[in-house]
């Protein structure tokens, strides 16, 4: 029912930042889970971030812990995925998942998905 916009990806150097963005065709976004996930060449999709509703509470992968960090401007209905420090092994495709859930877990069921953004860390 959602539609998702993910954007923001590129070519980046190891150590450098990234900032991605997750625009939603919601009138708001304060009723909703947001979800990062992220599949590298070769593995399967992990789950990066996960916020909840309020958006005042978000798991990370230990890979990404204290080095990513997520925002969300709900009158916007848009959420931000902030990447520090990367790394080449966080090369892969970013996808945003958002749906109707107070809580955030990885094994969420989320019915609205983005297309994706490439993110390429390299030298």
């Known amino acids: 029912q959602l539609r998702v916009v993910e954007s923001g990806g590129g070519l980046v150097q190891p150590g450098e930042s990234l900032r991605l963005s997750c625009t939603t065709s919601?009138?708001?976004?304060?009723?909703?889970?947001v979800a990062w996930f992220r599949q590298a060449p070769g593995k399967e999709r992990e789950g990066v971030t996960c916020?909840?509703?309020?958006?005042?509470?978000?798991i990370y992968a230990d890979s990404v812990k204290g080095r990513f960090d997520v925002a969300r401007d709900n009158a916007k209905s848009t959420a931000y995925l902030k990447m520090n420090n990367l790394e080449p092994e966080d090369t892969g495709i970013y996808s945003c998942?958002?749906?109707?859930?107070?809580?955030?877990?990885?094994?969420?069921?989320?019915?609205?998905w983005g297309q994706g953004t490439h993110v390429l860390v390299s030298s």
């Open positions: 998942a958002v749906d109707l859930y107070l809580g955030c877990r990885w094994n969420y069921r989320f019915d609205n």
């Open positions: 916020t909840n509703a309020r958006g005042d509470s978000t």
């Open positions: 919601a009138p708001t976004l304060d009723r909703y889970a």
